[in-house]
């Protein structure tokens, strides 16, 4: 059994609770700036900044890390969205982190867990959220458009999430705004970029589709690489939650982009 589907078997065990409460956060309603809107009309490789005290290939990253404060030295230092942990038992994350997060920044917020009911996607709204991530490997075909449909709704981008050829094909049989290339394999956890080298001709082929490339993304060489490839950003997690200097390593990741973005039609 693979740490995913471990992970996927406890969401859900924790869906009755959350269909048993109505989900109520104190959130101030902001405007925020579209994900999608950002990443197409950049010249530089924009950075989705992530709020991570763990995971289960690294164990614990900085558990003692105030959310809010790390929050907003990602948006101070030109991130051009946050990345929300909200799983408890692996990532040691929740929807009050962000919440808390919602009420403090203005930039795009991304709720970053493994949804396998539409009630996560409800929590996710209520908490904050302008951005949902869907993992391909984690649903079915019927799931994944449904759950992409109903997000698309109450207003959310949604980063769809891909490790392989194959859960791209079926991605891009729902043609989503927004597409993730994860360079992490899930049955060994080992990370090579080559992954979004691979993948990025097949997602290149659609001029409306934004990409980013997920994982193993510390310097300003890997920021170029995979915007050579064709990414228009990057979601960085540990790197940043390690760094003592956040604002360099966001400068540093924060690459021209090798081709002129056209804007949105």
């Given at each position: 059994m693979?740490?995913?589907?471990?992970?996927?078997?406890?969401?859900?065990?924790?869906?009755?609770?959350?269909?048993?409460?109505?989900?109520?956060?104190?959130v101030t309603r902001k405007s925020r700036v579209s994900l999608y809107e950002t990443l197409r009309k950049a010249d530089t490789l924009q950075v989705i900044s992530e709020m991570k005290r763990a995971s289960p290939s690294k164990g614990l990253i900085n558990v003692g890390v105030n959310p809010v404060e790390q929050?907003?030295?990602?948006?101070?230092?030109?991130?051009?969205?946050?990345?929300?942990?909200?799983?408890?038992?692996?990532?040691?994350?929740?929807?009050?982190?962000?919440?808390?997060?919602?009420?403090?920044?203005?930039?795009?917020?991304?709720?970053?867990?493994?949804?396998?009911?539409?009630?996560?996607?409800d929590y996710a709204k209520a908490a904050g959220a302008s951005v949902i991530l869907l993992i391909v490997a984690a649903l079915s075909d019927e799931k994944l458009k449904a759950f992409y449909t109903y997000a698309s709704v109450l207003g959310l981008d949604v980063l769809v999430e891909v490790h392989n050829e194959e859960e791209l094909d079926r991605a891009l049989a729902i043609h989503p705004k927004i597409i993730g290339v994860n360079n992490r394999d899930l049955k060994t956890f080992n990370v090579n970029l080559a992954q979004t080298e691979k993948l990025a001709e097949k997602i290149n082929a659609y001029e409306d589709i934004a990409f980013i490339s997920e994982s193993g993304i510390w310097n300003a060489g890997d920021a170029n690489r995979v915007s050579q490839a064709g990414a228009r950003g990057v979601l960085v997690g540990e790197s940043l939650m390690v760094s003592g200097n956040v604002e360099k390593v966001l400068l540093d990741l924060q690459v021209p982009l090798p081709y002129l973005v056209k804007d949105v039609k």
């Amino acid at each position: 059994m693979t740490i995913l589907q471990t992970i996927l078997d406890h969401k859900e065990t924790l869906i009755p609770s959350l269909l048993a409460t109505e989900p109520s956060f104190e959130v101030t309603r902001k405007s925020r700036v579209s994900l999608y809107e950002t990443l197409r009309k950049a010249d530089t490789l924009q950075v989705i900044s992530e709020m991570k005290r763990a995971s289960p290939s690294k164990g614990l990253i900085n558990v003692g890390v105030n959310p809010v404060e790390q929050a907003k030295k990602y948006e101070q230092a030109g991130a051009a969205c946050i990345s929300v942990l909200t799983e408890d038992k692996y990532f040691k994350g929740s929807f009050q982190d962000l919440a808390d997060i919602a009420n403090q920044v203005d930039i795009p917020i991304l709720n970053k867990d493994f949804i396998v009911h539409e009630i996560q996607i409800d929590y996710a709204k209520a908490a904050g959220a302008s951005v949902i991530l869907l993992i391909v490997a984690a649903l079915s075909d019927e799931k994944l458009k449904a759950f992409y449909t109903y997000a698309s709704v109450l207003g959310l981008d949604v980063l769809v999430e891909v490790h392989n050829e194959e859960e791209l094909d079926r991605a891009l049989a729902i043609h989503p705004k927004i597409i993730g290339v994860n360079n992490r394999d899930l049955k060994t956890f080992n990370v090579n970029l080559a992954q979004t080298e691979k993948l990025a001709e097949k997602i290149n082929a659609y001029e409306d589709i934004a990409f980013i490339s997920e994982s193993g993304i510390w310097n300003a060489g890997d920021a170029n690489r995979v915007s050579q490839a064709g990414a228009r950003g990057v979601l960085v997690g540990e790197s940043l939650m390690v760094s003592g200097n956040v604002e360099k390593v966001l400068l540093d990741l924060q690459v021209p982009l090798p081709y002129l973005v056209k804007d949105v039609k």
